[in-house]
């Protein structure tokens, strides 16, 4: 006869396959009487397990909570549902990256070596129709795992104009901009705070020790500008209020001038992306710095105004 505990697990595992068990198929199962599966249950639902009575027959079914309660995953399931998140962490769907990644980090950590194999093997075959820069999943996890444990870590960094560095962070927070991966971090060296694009790093492990974590500032611009080839400065005739609603902070900063007009520093790899995105927000725009970009945006208006 099974222990309590192991019993209980069983039980669980039974309760989560959708279907309605009765309580006699229930006792067979795991090796009790009828009476014991009544106590298991009750166990269960006092550990926050919704298992609900099924109506016209003694049996059981496991229903919908308030709260989401620890599940069990045979071995398929805990593949697929690792190999869903690598899938969702890479950006397949706005807005869930980040959570993809807890989610992932959570999972690979208990993930017994065969299945961990199978992910990653499944992931390296796996070759997605369109992608942007590519960062290697277990960098991902790496870099999840110390944000979360407020770990120090060391990289070799690779800057937008080639530049070879090694870099010594207290990691802080991951960030998805929709088509990048950066990190937030204070660098110990430059005694500031630095984001870094993930795609540009190679981790030295192992991490360092713990940190206590600082309080991060409300806006870092080198998020919105600091990854791309092309940084920039505008003024913009709008509140900053209003112009916040238009652009997110991971594409921009933004800095009130007046109640009318705010700054807003940006960046972009493409010269005519940065003008035309800036251009779109459909009020009067003056570019501050570089001169560069103020001369495209003239090249840009006579290549439309020919139009």
């Not at 229930?26 to 269960?44: P, S, Y």
């Not at 870590?153 to 560095?165: I, K, M, N, V």
């Not at 209020?241 to 109640?259: F, G, M, N, Y």
Request: charged residues 25%; proline residues 5%.
């Amino acid at each position: 006869m099974l222990e309590t505990s192991a019993r209980l697990l069983k039980l669980l595992s039974l309760l989560q396959t959708p279907r309605d068990w009765s309580g006699t198929t229930l006792a067979l199962e795991l090796g009790v009487g009828v009476r014991t599966v009544r106590r298991d249950v009750d166990k269960l639902r006092n550990l926050g397990y919704p298992v609900e009575a099924v109506p016209g027959v003694a049996g059981y079914r496991l229903g919908a909570g308030a709260s989401l309660p620890p599940l069990l995953l045979d071995d398929e399931e805990a593949v697929a549902v690792a190999i869903g998140l690598r899938s969702s962490a890479a950006g397949g769907v706005a807005g869930l990256e980040e959570s993809s990644v807890r989610a992932l980090t959570k999972l690979e950590q208990v993930l017994p070596s065969r299945l961990r194999h199978r992910v990653r093997l499944l992931q390296s075959v796996a070759v997605p129709a369109a992608q942007g820069a590519v960062v290697d999943p277990e960098v991902l996890l790496v870099v999840a795992a110390v944000c979360r444990d407020h770990q120090r870590l060391r990289f070799d960094y690779r800057s937008h104009d080639g530049t070879a560095s090694v870099r010594s962070v207290e990691p802080h927070r991951l960030i998805h901009t929709g088509r990048r991966w950066y990190l937030t971090a204070w660098d110990l060296d430059r005694d500031d705070w630095r984001t870094y694009r993930l795609d540009r790093m190679t981790l030295r492990i192992p991490t360092g020790p713990r940190f206590t974590p600082r309080e991060i500032p409300e806006a870092l611009p080198g998020i919105a500008s600091g990854g791309y080839k092309y940084q920039a400065v505008f003024r913009v005739h709008a509140s900053a209020a209003a112009v916040a609603d238009r652009l997110s902070s991971t594409v921009a900063t933004i800095e009130a001038v007046d109640s009318a007009s705010c700054l807003v520093r940006t960046g972009s790899n493409s010269l005519d992306e940065l003008v035309l995105y800036m251009g779109l927000l459909g009020v009067a725009v003056e570019v501050v710095s570089p001169p560069e970009v103020a001369e495209h945006a003239r090249t840009v208006a006579a290549r439309l105004a020919g139009a």
